[in-house]
């Protein structure tokens, strides 16, 4: 009897330890490669940490003293026009000059402030502008027309008129939202947002969160967060009319918030941190307008065992940093970060044969395919950007070659930033794009130990 008692613990401890590996958690806590040596506290960075199944997919470095600027809105002024280049050099404050490509204007058209716009951007206007990329290396910040103003149930757009509603509701809660959104004066007859006089044309998206709260009753709670976002959204084009250039109209959020951007809400259901500061300011955050209730938030308080311990992030962030990535064929990922791209080489390493396959052709194609699926992660990972090539191993068909890319390609599409799968070259090679938000993880990295150097700190990883 006891025996059988003894199973059924023990089957019970599987499925308690199966059912903690399917939530994906968010973890926040010290980075553990940025420790300041001799108890030192200058600047000590912070790491989020996305597990998906217990296996780490994406990173974002921060420091919790910083301010976030991306977002933010200034009123700058033209300084250079880049006709060959097909964009302009916009100073936001005193000789800090952010790059605007013209391609923005027909987006989002610029609301000049000193006259009307004629669909010329000439030197010395002055307009609002959002920083839309930071400065790294040797580029230059990037600035936007295209300003939006986002909350926890929708986002404010300059450009297009028109009011868009997550495709991740079923057709019947749209249908009611639309139907609430007209009867409350936010929407007109057509369904287009209700413009206002002195602010450029606009449109709505109304997020995932505002079905939930439809659900749940809590209408008004969307009425309150749409006046107040309308009111900040017309605040900063009333005051861009009369303050002067190098004004700050809008104030990003912190660190942190700037940090959770790049995990999507969907992603994780459970936030554990192990610093109460971060935690206070997550609490607040649950209340405000980043996360919706169903999330669960956690402070993880074990002097005996520390979280990054826990989950091992330290082993997990020098894989992250490391050149060679195995796979469970036995094959590798070597991957070469240069200034100008990525190059990332496919080799069969230890795989001889896959159990099951009898043709070389086959099982090259598996690998392949498993090569892939790393690939699409690393990208995140590492936060890859810019051009990225791939030589994977010769396939012996076009049509595994076109099975390849289309796998790249589902695969890719869950990845918050933009990522682009151009073709496949005669070479066999794989031409990926994928969009710069954020520094990559090495870059990341390197800006914490220069800056450790600099306070007298060794900085290694």
């Avoid at 914490?448 to 600099?454: F, N, P, V």
Wanted: glycine letters at 6%; a negative charge; aromatic letters at 6%.
């Amino acid at each position: 009897m006891s025996r059988a008692i003894e199973h059924n613990s023990i089957r019970q401890d599987r499925e308690t330890e199966r059912r903690e590996r399917e939530v994906n958690r968010l973890l926040i806590t010290s980075c553990p490669t940025g420790e300041m040596p001799g108890g030192q506290d200058h600047d000590p960075p912070m790491i989020a940490a996305l597990l998906k199944q217990y296996r780490l997919t994406a990173l974002q470095i921060f420091s919790s003293r910083r301010q976030s600027r991306l977002g933010t809105v200034y009123l700058g002024k033209v300084k250079k026009i880049l006709k060959n280049l097909n964009a302009c050099f916009v100073e936001i404050t005193d000789r800090e000059q952010c790059f605007l490509h013209m391609d923005e204007l027909e987006k989002a058209p610029p609301f000049l402030t000193g006259r009307t716009y004629d669909g010329r951007l000439l030197e010395g206007d002055e307009l609002p502008v959002q920083l839309d990329r930071e400065a790294v290396k040797t580029k230059q910040a990037a600035v936007t027309t295209h300003i939006t103003l986002q909350g926890k149930y929708f986002v404010f757009a300059v450009g297009a008129v028109r009011t868009g509603i997550s495709k991740k509701l079923d057709a019947s809660l749209r249908s009611q939202i639309t139907e609430f959104l007209r009867h409350a004066g936010i929407t007109d007859i057509d369904g287009h947002p209700v413009q206002e006089e002195g602010v450029p044309p606009f449109g709505l998206v109304v997020r995932t969160q505002a079905g939930q709260a439809m659900e749940q009753g809590e209408e008004d709670k969307l009425l309150g967060e749409y006046a107040e976002l309308r009111q900040r959204f017309t605040a900063v084009f009333s005051q861009g009319r009369h303050r002067t250039c190098y004004s700050c109209l809008y104030e990003a959020g912190t660190a942190l918030e700037e940090a959770l951007i790049s995990f999507l809400p969907d992603e994780y259901q459970e936030i554990v941190t192990d610093i109460p500061q971060i935690y206070e300011e997550l609490q607040s955050l649950f209340s405000d307008r980043i996360f919706t209730g169903t999330k669960r938030l956690r402070l993880y308080q074990d002097d005996a065992l520390s979280l990054d311990k826990l989950y091992g992030l330290e082993g997990r962030l020098q894989e992250a940093l490391g050149k060679t990535v195995w796979l469970r064929s036995g094959a590798n990922l070597v991957i070469e970060q240069t200034e100008s791209l990525t190059a990332v080489d496919v080799n069969t390493g230890k795989c001889v044969k896959l159990s099951g396959e009898q043709t070389p052709e086959e099982t090259m194609r598996r690998v392949n395919l498993e090569a892939a699926v790393e690939v699409a992660r690393q990208l995140r990972l590492r936060n890859l950007s810019g051009i990225i090539i791939v030589d994977f191993i010769n396939l012996a068909t076009l049509a595994q070659e076109e099975e390849l890319l289309q796998k790249l390609r589902e695969l890719t599409k869950e990845d918050p930033v933009t990522v682009q799968i151009v073709d496949m070259t005669p070479l066999g090679l794989v031409e990926i794009t994928r969009r710069k938000v954020f520094p990559s993880l090495r870059e990341q990295m390197g800006a914490y130990r220069r800056r450790d150097k600099k306070t007298g700190a060794d900085g290694s990883i």
